[in-house]
């Protein structure tokens, strides 16, 4: 067997593509937050186009099947697939939290009373507190793991792990916040915003969630 062939058969490991697909649902979220800032704050009589999150899909879908794809293939060291694929999954769960969220958002402006003005600044103040410490960790784990400080990656999935879920449960907390403003105040609001609103509220907290899923699997 000759060179060509034999480095052929070993043509990649799947954790790069892996890193790639994981830094695009990252900065997506971060978009997402964005947006969530956006349509909290802006008073803009219709959504503004987010293009980033029609070209998403297509991107995440290209990575996946070149994640999938190099597993299959020959390596030169045995790799953790069911790990990798697990973690595969918790990012292409969260992306499509992302992608669903941002399409509420963009259906139409809320029409919401004044006090609803505080409970609405909590969210988004602990949503965009949740997402950039995800990504913070995210960071740090992987450069923890890639330079072999096993001691130190062992120390710090702890502290991370108990970081999120404390900022998880302070979002879950402003989403019920919300909701129960929401029902004091019910009869002031549209119908129609009263539902969308806890179509938002819903898919935050299931966001969160995986928000929170994703550092497991990446301290696994």
Not at 191 to 215: C, G, K, N, T, Y
Request: net charge neutral; hydrophobic share 40%; charged share 25%.
């Amino acid at each position: 067997m000759d060179l060509e062939t034999f480095t052929s058969l070993f043509s990649g490991s799947p954790f790069k593509p892996l890193l790639r697909h994981r830094n695009a649902v990252l900065n997506a979220l971060l978009h997402l937050n964005r947006q969530l800032q956006g349509f909290v704050y802006e008073n803009t009589p219709t959504p503004s186009s987010k293009p980033w999150i029609k070209e998403l899909p297509h991107q995440l879908e290209a990575m996946e099947q070149e994640v999938l794809s190099r597993l299959q293939k020959p390596s030169l060291t045995a790799q953790p697939r069911e790990v990798i694929v697990d973690i595969l999954q918790a990012q292409s769960q969260l992306a499509h939290q992302i992608s669903r969220l941002s399409e509420r958002l963009s259906y139409r402006p809320l029409r919401l009373p004044a006090e609803m003005i505080v409970p609405l600044n909590n969210l988004t103040r602990h949503f965009g507190k949740t997402a950039y410490q995800l990504k913070l960790a995210a960071i740090e784990l992987n450069e923890l793991s890639q330079g072999g400080f096993r001691k130190q990656h062992n120390k710090s999935r702890g502290c991370y792990r108990k970081s999120l879920a404390c900022d998880v449960d302070e979002l879950r907390k402003a989403c019920h916040e919300i909701r129960e403003q929401t029902c004091l105040t019910e009869s002031e609001i549209d119908p129609v915003d009263v539902a969308l609103l806890f179509l938002i509220l819903d898919d935050i907290s299931d966001l969160s969630l995986w928000m929170r899923s994703l550092i497991t699997h990446l301290q696994a």
